[in-house]
């Protein structure tokens, strides 16, 4: 494994400021020729209690925000690196296996999340998804810092 630069950085998207950071620090530490960073939503489907109609329109408006939220990070990158960041949407009720075998499927080299556990400086929690990627996943993994 390479200590970097990284040609190809999974960032988990999730709207959140957290995302937005692993995104800025992925686009930073990529590769500056070849790197390429996907910011991967995993959208959770809609309980089946719902209709037809209304889950597609409710998957259509979590879309919506994801490409929106991303969209706003996006913009926010120097011009070059804007060029190398693009955004994908999944859906599974699993987001850490999600992302895992996204990353996996696509031979990316490192995966950057932020982190949303609770905890003191003393006992820090990671968000559920981080935790379970950190224990299951082999590729490298980033945590960037959430609310304490």
């Not at 990284?6 to 686009?27: E, I, K, P, Q, T």
């Not at 693009?86 to 996996?104: F, G, M, Q």
């Not at 559920?128 to 950190?134: K, L």
Request: proline share 5%.
């Amino acid at each position: 494994m390479s200590a970097g630069p990284f040609r190809r950085v999974l960032v988990g998207w999730d709207c959140s400021a957290g995302s937005a950071a692993g995104l800025r620090a992925a686009a930073a530490i990529a590769d500056g020729e070849t790197g390429h960073v996907v910011a991967l939503a995993v959208l959770r489907p809609v309980p089946h209690g719902e209709s037809q109609e209304d889950r597609a329109a409710e998957i259509a408006s979590l879309r919506r925000q994801a490409q929106e939220s991303f969209g706003k990070a996006r913009d926010t990158l120097p011009g070059p690196l804007r060029a190398r960041v693009s955004l994908k949407l999944a859906e599974n009720s699993d987001v850490a296996r999600a992302l895992c075998e996204y990353a996996d499927a696509h031979e990316f080299e490192l995966l950057v999340l932020g982190r949303h556990g609770t905890g003191g400086i003393m006992h820090p929690r990671l968000g559920h998804v981080a935790e379970t990627i950190a224990k299951k996943s082999e590729l490298p993994l980033l945590l960037l810092g959430g609310q304490s």
